[in-house]
């Protein structure tokens, strides 16, 4: 499955120059709304992210995503996977389940992203729901930024990746950028502004 195809098809791999939600500057940046924005597609690449995470023996009670990036994409998985999702959201800057939403003791959950860079909002997830009985037995994402590695990808890890090493993640592709900081960024050199995602209409 070409998972840049259907980023590309969505106008959803934006070029330009951008403010990152680490505070890196990127001349990329994926829009992934742009590709759930369509049901049917949306099934579709949750449905091989399904595959994957059952082909590799992994059993699962239910799918939790960080709100708000990751509730299309782990509502789909969810829905593929036949089980339960549940979210979590931040309040004050903190991680928490809320909604009456609940984890059982052992509960087996994959926490699913729309796209890992340093998977810091998926670990957060994750404490969230492991310091109230939940197991987090998987990650997954539509894509990985490269910092972490993914289940059947050659890509090492790197020291930005924030996600525990003992607990596997799938994603459908790695999407690599250059990514700056705002010293070192050549975008910034030349004059150019970063701005935000979404900000400008994007
Ligand atoms: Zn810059």
């Known amino acids: 499955m070409d998972i840049k195809q259907y980023y590309l098809n969505a106008n959803a791999l934006l070029e330009g120059h951008f403010l990152l939600s680490s505070g890196n500057h990127s001349n990329y940046y994926l829009q992934s709304a742009k590709v759930l924005e369509n049901p049917q597609v949306a099934e579709m690449l949750a449905t091989e992210l399904a595959r994957k995470i059952k082909e590799y023996g992994i059993v699962v009670d ?19 996977l036949g089980v339960r999702f549940i979210f979590t959201e931040r309040v004050n800057g903190l991680m928490n389940l809320r909604r009456g939403f609940s984890v059982r003791n052992g509960d087996r959950i994959v926490v699913c992203e729309d796209i890992i860079t340093t998977g810091g909002s998926a670990l957060e997830a994750a404490d969230c729901i492991e310091a109230i009985g939940g197991k987090v037995v998987a990650f997954a994402a539509l894509a990985n930024r490269g910092f972490c590695k993914r ?29 700056y900081d705002e010293k070192s960024c050549p975008m910034c050199a030349s004059g150019s502004i970063a701005v935000k995602p979404g900000s400008r209409g994007n």
């Open 62 to 80: 239910c799918v939790c995503s960080p709100a708000l990036g990751g509730i299309l994409a782990g509502y789909e998985l969810a829905r593929s």
């Open 151 to 179: 289940v059947d990808s050659d890509l090492e890890r790197k020291i930005e990746c924030k996600l525990p090493f003992d607990v596997p993640l799938f994603a459908l592709d790695d999407f690599i950028f250059d990514m």
